[in-house]
């Protein structure tokens, strides 16, 4: 009965891990935009910042920015919300490999963040940010 209860419980929990990298991308536009219905070069902030509002807009949509001039390390920032907020993730590239770390974000935080990037490539305050979790 013991190894049962075991084998029970341990299939209830879900494992997870935070070491799960990606292949590195490329961009060939300065910036693109992803989303459910779009994958396209973008060239303002103001294209930018629709799509994002959209997503705000749509709990089911995402927006990934993308730029294909990276500096500080940083390929994307991506966002989707959830019932917490709206959840930011960053790329991160670490040679040929791009990892994600992620924060619950309030609209406004998560505008700024999409346009500090936009504008300097650059996100501020990564200490902030945890590894993403993903179910193995």
């Not at 935009?33 to 629709?50: A, K, N, P």
């Not at 799509?51 to 949509?61: G, P, S, T, V, W």
Request: hydrophobic share 35%.
């Amino acid at each position: 009965m013991l190894f049962k209860n075991w084998l029970k419980e341990n299939k209830q929990k879900k494992r997870t891990a935070t070491d799960v990298v990606f292949q590195k991308t490329v961009c060939h536009t300065s910036w693109n935009v992803r989303t459910q219905e779009v994958d396209q070069s973008v060239s303002s902030w103001d294209e930018v910042e629709g799509f994002i509002l959209e997503m705000m807009a749509d709990e089911d949509e995402f927006v990934t920015l993308t730029t294909g001039d990276v500096r500080h390390h940083i390929c994307y920032v991506q966002a989707v919300q959830n019932e917490k907020g709206i959840i930011v993730q960053v790329g991160i590239e670490e040679g040929e490999q791009v990892r994600l770390v992620e924060k619950i974000c309030s609209q406004k935080e998560c505008m700024d963040i999409f346009r500090e990037f936009y504008v300097s490539s650059c996100v501020q305050g990564l200490e902030k940010y945890s590894p993403v979790e993903f179910f193995i």
